[in-house]
């Protein structure tokens, strides 16, 4: 393999730096034993500039080119960005709004041409033809148990317009695109680059 330059990155799908290379985990490094480095770096990735500088930080990251593409928001050198989950607003989603427009129906209710026997309706009970079976001025029986043999007069009842509207409950969704986990190295030592 060709010499690297000073602060190449590459993958490496070992579990280690091989000498002279260290693994992109942001870590800090002393500028005087790393002179060279540190003037191509600088403090972009860390560090206080006046002992250590760092290194880039690309555990479960992807870099991505610096400058501003066709269409796409400026990236600038060093710069972290990105979630692996968002959790979605109202305002992210689309509008769901389900008009229900008023109308009539047309009911008809059973009922049965012989006297009432119930005083209560049942859930099988039709409408009958009133009985007082308690004496005057007394709640008259209205309800039968018989089988319904006719309908009462259909009359169209109003449906109101309404509106459903879904909600939601604010469950993250993830946004990360498939990936597989490997390491970036750092190049420590190697060739000066120069500028064009």
């Not at 590459?10 to 002393?30: H, I, K």
């Amino acid at each position: 393999m060709s010499e690297p330059f000073l602060g190449e990155i590459r993958m490496f799908a070992g579990n280690f730096a091989p000498r002279g290379w260290a693994q992109c985990q942001g870590q800090l490094l002393s500028i005087s034993q790393n002179s060279a480095l540190f003037a191509i770096l600088g403090t972009t990735y860390g560090g206080n500039g006046q002992t250590t500088f760092g290194l880039p930080d690309l555990r479960g990251r992807m870099p991505v080119g610096v400058g501003t593409g066709p269409g796409l928001p400026t990236v600038d050198q060093g710069e972290m960005a990105g979630v692996n989950q968002v959790s979605l607003l109202p305002q992210n989603l689309p509008p769901i709004t389900v008009a229900i427009p008023a109308s009539k129906a047309s009911v008809a209710i059973p009922a049965v041409v012989t006297d009432a026997n119930l005083g209560e309706p049942t859930t099988a009970s039709v409408l009958a033809t009133p009985y007082d079976t308690t004496g005057s001025g007394a709640a008259a029986s209205i309800y039968s148990d018989a089988a319904a043999s006719t309908t009462l007069k259909p009359f169209d009842a109003n449906i109101p317009a309404a509106n459903v509207v879904a909600g939601g409950s604010s469950i993250p969704v993830p946004v990360q695109a498939p990936y597989l986990g490997m390491n970036f190295i750092i190049a420590l030592e190697g060739i000066f680059p120069t500028r064009n």
